[in-house]
């Protein structure tokens, strides 16, 4: 997408965060997860439903960072999220970023930055570099991040050229190029932030 210049359809995002019980968690998530859990504080147990679906996912403070980390129904690893600031990004994605929000907007707030951690595409003959939850979660705790897909997701308040307010979550590519845009619908107590 060239800022500015393309119209691009804006979905909308609905989701559900309702706080639930580490014994509510599928257990294979719990078992899969092990190695965080026991070294993490403050850890708080979620049940998100959203338009695909329900999920469950954990938040919880993780060798001095605030992480989530979501598995879907079957207990399998869907993303890993690390909580940063713009300034933490590398210097050419914060430039990417930046000038993406000052063409297309008159004013912006963000208000949740995130990094997100996916697995490896597909290659052309259709394996995973990463075919496991338990090689990708091994890879995320090592930082060995090579055969992980970064992303970067921006919850932002934004004031466009007409004077239209909109929330919106934006996900960035690794290059920080806009990937995805989806107008956020929620009531207040609707998630939970860290």
Known sequence: ??????KQEITEKYEKEISVNQDDFPEKALKLAAPIL?????????????????FYEFKCRYRGEYI???????????DIEILRKLEDF???????????????YEKYQFNRIQIQY????????GELEIDDDEEYLEEFLELDLEDLIIKYEIEAE??????????????FN?????????????RADDNVLY
């Open 1 to 6: 997408m060239v800022c500015g210049q393309q």
């Open 38 to 54: 026991k070294n993490s504080k403050k850890t708080r147990f979620y049940k998100e439903i959203n338009a695909n679906g329900t």
């Open 68 to 78: 989530s980390v979501k598995f879907n129904e079957r207990g399998q690893l869907v």
């Open 90 to 104: 590398p210097e050419e994605v914060q430039t990417a970023i930046q000038q993406y929000f000052k063409e297309n």
């Open 118 to 125: 996916n697995r490896e595409e597909e290659y052309e003959d």
């Open 158 to 171: 934004t004031v466009d050229p007409s004077n239209k307010r909109g929330f919106f979550e934006f996900l």
């Open 174 to 186: 690794k290059d920080g190029k806009l990937e995805d845009k989806r107008k956020i619908v929620k």
